[in-house]
């Protein structure tokens, strides 16, 4: 599956100095090391698991699983019988062991420049203990569900790890979702208690975080289901002092002195009360390793979230040795990843992964384009980031810009660069690549999901030559494979299912509280693979190309097309920012597309323009792609966490004014602009 050689040709490769120092330093070590883990996983997991602490080692199989629904109930279990404590590995150990207690595990950086942090692994540690102790003292015992629904600061992964400490099960719920969505996961995982803040800023827009909270909990009221206590942070608030002893109070910045936070003294109580009160050491409850880490919910193609569970051992290997080898982690770095802690990314790359390898972490509760469009670069000079990993729409949304902005700091710091989150196109790529790193720096282009745990298809920075918009190939442990509707496997340059036929350490273990979800979901379709639902091309050099998800596949004329794949035709015109490209029903083609195009500022969008680029895509796809319909779209509907929402531009193409549940859309009012240009489609 993987070649004997790299490609030599159209490929970009890290510099020598990269390779230099790098774990994986060529691409023939990247294949020896594959095939270790694929044909001798107890071997090479074992060498993964001798840098942790093991109250006691497995007894079983490193990996025993069942992928096949026709063969009984779908299983993963890794290392059963061993016991440890995550928490205690990414704190404890690097503290004690490690002798890296003054070691800076969080530069926080506040959304208003100026607002500044500094957390030390001793420091996060204390602190982990007291908020454990707190825990304790409320009631919480080992398995219970907590729900944490904070903004982006260290006391966020305080809480999560406090959890992790006592054996409860986080369930964090990102904090721009709205208070139905908190109530709805809150009760799906019968949560016990709420962890939340007064508010926060985004940009200059004030969120009042605790009135949301409050009104998902008097939702689950009226549902009989009553969350008994809630621990409020003081972000905001003047007398809200932060994080460890020794720093300074809150920048006069930050604070609200308006801020009306709703207070009900049956349920709610002050986290800084209860932190001054508690004792700075904790014994971790050492837990079995496939005892639950945490939940997190996803968005499934029913509309009711599936709460991805994770469990320790696995998730905690996986997370760590995939930082390690990715990012090429080395003990100098300063890492940044712009995720929020209320996704997957935020849980893998912000908190697990980089702790277990003991790394310095930029944390970023802002925007990157407040105060202005510099703010990434100006944080990356500040702090000399080495590693910076962010989304592709991130780097569209600062590609419209130019590269003045960019070029305003010197990020001479940067080595590598990383995306995530949606296919990258490659001009995407070639900005980022050129502009950011100035040809210096390899982009890892990180294929997973919050089912995957962690990066599934990856390059690796040092070792595998690029090609711009591929995620290049399997991260160790990791066995794709591409299927046909019929479910087989196809073999050389094709194009179908991406599909995983075996399990790594870090993949989920269930849908909490719905196996049968969790089964029909991913397994029932092929059985015997795991089913990503995402669509993939191998080329002739055996490099993977994500085309997008399954469901925005669409089939014109008997030809397979991917969305993605006309929309970064699409984005490749100058004039063009952002593009998304839905399905519409065409009575002699099945299906035709329907664009929706976002200008760069300075563009006007004229006919000619339009006839521009249905000749581009005629010419980087072929006729068959060529676009039916086309429209102006200043602005697109986007999640919170930046991902177009295809489901309702569907809706708005066919002039269906019932667009289902957009709780999660950012900006609401892009919605009715876009009914108004919309294209005869009659
Ligand atoms: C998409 C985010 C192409 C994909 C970590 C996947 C990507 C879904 C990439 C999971 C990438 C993520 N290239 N597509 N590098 N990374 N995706 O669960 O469709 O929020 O199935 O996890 O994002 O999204 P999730």
Redesign the pocket.
Known sequence: MIPDKAPGEDVYQATCDLRKEAHVPSFEKYKELYLKSVENPEEFWGDVAKDFFWKSKHTGQFLDYNFDVTKGKVYIKCMEGAITNICYNVLDRNVHDKKMGDKVAFFWEGNEPGDELKVTYRELLKQVCKMANVLKSLGVKKGDRISIYMPMVVELVVAMLACARIGAVHSIVFAGFSAESLCERILDSQCSLLITADGFYRGDKLINLKMIADDALEKCTEKNFSVQKCIMLKHLSKDGSLLPEGSQSPPAKRACSDLQVPWNPEVDLCWHTLMEEASDECEPEWCQSEDPLFILY?SGSTGKPKGVLHTVSGYMLYTASTFKYVFDHQPDDVYWCTADIG???GHSYITYGPLANGATSVLFEGLPTYPDVSRMWEIVDKYQVTKFYTAPTAIRLLMKYGSGPVQKFTRRSLKVLG??????NPEAWLWYYNVVGEKRCPVV???????TGGHVLTPLPAATPMKPGS?AFPFFGVVPAILNESGEELEGPNEGYLVFKQPWPGVMRTVYGNHERFETTYFKKFPGYYV???GCRRDKDGYLW?T??IDDMLNVSGHLLSTAEVESALVEHEAVAEAAVVSHPHPVKGESLYCFITLKDGFDYTISLEAQLKKQVREKIGAIATPDYMQNAPGLPKTR?GKIMRRVLRKIARNERDLGDVSTLADCTVIEQLFQNRCNTA
């Open positions: 996803t996704w997957i990314t995306t995530v989150g949606e296919p990258i282009d990180t294929f997973w999901q919050t089912e995620a990503t639902g995402d994500i997008g998800r966490s």
